[in-house]
C-alpha cells in the first residue's frame, strides 16, 4: 500500500482531463435538461409535464456536478461560454459561485478536521461539547441536522445559509449571495407570469428535490457509519480522504444522474480528477477499493440521519440514545 504522498502522485494519472469528453457531458446533459423543463412547461397532459419535470431535477444534479467540477478546475477550465453558463446556473440555483468556492474549498482542506459549524457544512459536535453546549447552542445543533432540514434544504441549506446568512455575515465578500437572491426570486416572478404551471413544474419543484438530494448527499458522505475523524496535528488530507469520506453505491442510471459523485473518497483524494474519470481512478488504484460503503436504501439513509455527535473515546459518531449519558 502506498503513503499518502505516493498515493497522491499516483491519483495525478487519472486528474488528466479528456477535453471532448467533458465538452460531451456538458452540452449532451444541458440539452436534455433544457428539453426536460421545456415539455414540463408546456401545454401537455399533466403526467407528462410532472414525470418531465421530476427527470429534468435529476439531470439538474448532473449540471451541478458539471458546476462543481468547473469550480474545481477539473473540467472545461479557462472556457469563458462554459464559465458563463455554469456559473449564471450556480447563481441562479442558490449557490453563487464566489460564495460557494470559497466555502467549497474550505470544506476540502480541512475535510473532517474542524468541528462546529462552518458555511456550506454540516456541524459536528462531540459529546462533551454538547452536554455544556447552552440551550441556544443545543437547539441550533439540533435543527441543523434534522431530517426537515434535509427535506426542505431549498429553504435551509441553500436560501438561508448559502445565500442569506452569507450575505448578511460578510456582505463585501459573498456579495454574490445577495445577487442570487435577486436573480432567483426575479426568476419566480418571470415564471409566474407565464404561467403557475412554468414556476411549479419548470423551478419550483426542480429546485426543490435537487437542494433536498443535494444535500443529503452531502451530508451522507461525510456522516455515515464508520467515519473516522482526526483533528490538529493528526489530520492528514489522505487519511481524511479515505476514512472520513464514504462511497456511495449507487446503480449506472444513478451514477449517471449525480455524476459519479458517490466516488466521493475518489474526488476527496484528488479535486482535479474529473467525474467521469472517477470510477477508472478507484478501479486503478489498489488503495481506493476498500471504502465505508454507503448507499441511497431507505435503511442506510435512517442509518446515517441518526448519527448525531462524534464520541472521541469511541472514535465514533454516535446517537443521542448512545450518549445519553452525555445529554442534558
Not at 456541524?123 to 434535509?150: D, G, W
Not at 487519511?239 to 449507487?250: C, D, I, N, V
Amino acid at each position: 500500500m502506498r503513503s499518502g504522498k505516493e498515493l497522491l502522485i499516483a491519483s495525478k494519472v487519472y486528474a488528466q482531463e479528456h477535453r471532448w469528453t467533458s465538452w460531451w457531458h456538458f452540452w449532451s446533459t444541458l440539452v436534455v435538461a433544457t428539453a426536460l423543463l421545456v415539455i414540463a412547461c408546456l401545454d401537455l397532459p399533466w403526467y407528462v409535464c410532472v414525470t418531465s419535470s421530476l427527470i429534468a431535477s435529476l439531470v439538474l444534479i448532473r449540471v451541478f456536478i458539471l458546476y462543481h467540477d468547473y469550480m474545481h478546475g477539473a473540467i472545461l477550465n479557462g472556457s469563458i461560454v462554459a464559465g458563463a453558463i455554469l456559473k449564471t446556473f450556480g447563481t441562479l440555483a442558490l449557490s453563487p459561485p464566489g460564495t460557494w468556492k470559497h466555502s467549497h474549498d474550505d470544506h476540502h482542506k480541512n475535510n473532517a478536521r474542524h468541528y462546529g459549524p462552518t458555511l456550506g457544512t454540516f456541524p459536528v459536535m462531540t459529546t462533551s461539547e454538547y452536554a455544556t453546549a447552552s440551550r441556544r447552542a443545543k437547539l441550533h445543533y439540533l435543527i441543523s441536522r434534522h431530517p426537515l432540514t434535509f427535506l426542505f434544504g431549498y429553504f435551509t441549506v441553500f436560501l438561508w445559509e448559502m445565500c442569506l446568512t452569507a450575505f448578511i455575515t460578510n456582505p463585501r465578500k459573498n456579495y454574490d449571495a445577495g445577487l442570487a437572491i435577486l436573480l432567483h426570486l426575479g426568476l419566480i416572478v418571470g415564471l409566474s407570469f407565464i404561467s403557475v404551471q412554468a414556476l411549479v413544474l419548470g423551478l419550483l419543484m426542480p429546485m426543490a428535490i435537487i437542494t433536498c438530494l443535494g444535500a443529503y448527499l452531502f451530508y451522507a458522505q461525510h456522516n455515515f457509519p464508520g467515519v473516522i475523524r482526526r483533528d490538529g496535528g493528526e489530520w492528514d488530507h489522505v487519511h481524511a480522504a479515505l476514512y472520513s469520506s464514504s462511497y456511495m453505491k449507487m446503480g449506472p442510471l444513478m451514477n449517471w444522474f449525480t455524476g459519479n459523485i458517490g466516488y466521493h473518497h475518489v474526488h476527496h483524494l484528488n479535486a482535479k480528477i474529473p467525474f467521469y474519470r472517477l470510477p477508472e481512478a478507484m478501479a486503478g488504484l489498489e488503495e481506493l477499493q476498500s471504502p465505508v460503503v454507503t448507499t441511497l436504501t431507505a435503511r442506510d439513509i435512517i442509518g446515517c440521519l441518526r448519527l448525531k455527535l462524534w464520541d472521541p473515546d469511541q472514535s465514533k459518531l454516535v446517537t443521542f440514545r448512545e450518549a445519553d449519558q452525555f445529554v442534558t
